[in-house]
């Protein structure tokens, strides 16, 4: 089976940066799809983050807003989540994920899911 690959993650002090990178080659074949990015930490439901479909449709969810941007290298179909202004409740395992064209960022619409990747915001 196709699979998602996550990388970037890591220990980072508030105030700090990461990229997240999602190799969504393998799925490829899929003309028209929407590649998002969740995060789930320990204890708590499983969130959207951001999301990006193949029409460059893009959303995020108010807390992230201005802090994380999401982008995509449709040639190669890669989509990159770069983190700013990083805070300790940005803490979780960070997950990309695949679904269809009009998902919104209800994990339900989407069928294909990386492994993850922590994302520690800690001083």
């Known amino acids: 089976q196709p699979q998602l690959v996550e990388s970037g993650g890591g220990l980072v002090q508030p105030g700090g940066s990461l990229r997240l990178s999602c190799d969504a080659s393998?799925?490829?074949?899929?003309?028209?799809?929407?590649i998002a990015w969740f995060r789930q930490a320990p204890g708590k439901e499983r969130e959207g983050v951001s999301s990006?479909?193949?029409?460059?449709?893009?959303q995020y969810i108010d807390s992230v807003k201005g802090r994380f941007t999401i982008s995509r290298d449709s040639a190669k179909n890669i989509v990159d989540l770069q983190m700013n202004t990083l805070k300790p409740e940005d803490t979780a395992v960070y997950y990309c994920?695949?679904?269809?064209?009009?998902?919104?960022?209800?994990?339900?619409?989407?069928?294909?899911w990386g492994q993850g990747t922590q994302v520690t915001v800690s001083s």
């Open positions: 994920a695949l679904g269809w064209l009009g998902a919104t960022m209800r994990k339900d619409d989407y069928t294909y």
């Open positions: 990006i479909n193949t029409e460059g449709k893009i």
């Open positions: 393998q799925y490829s074949y899929v003309d028209y799809h929407t």
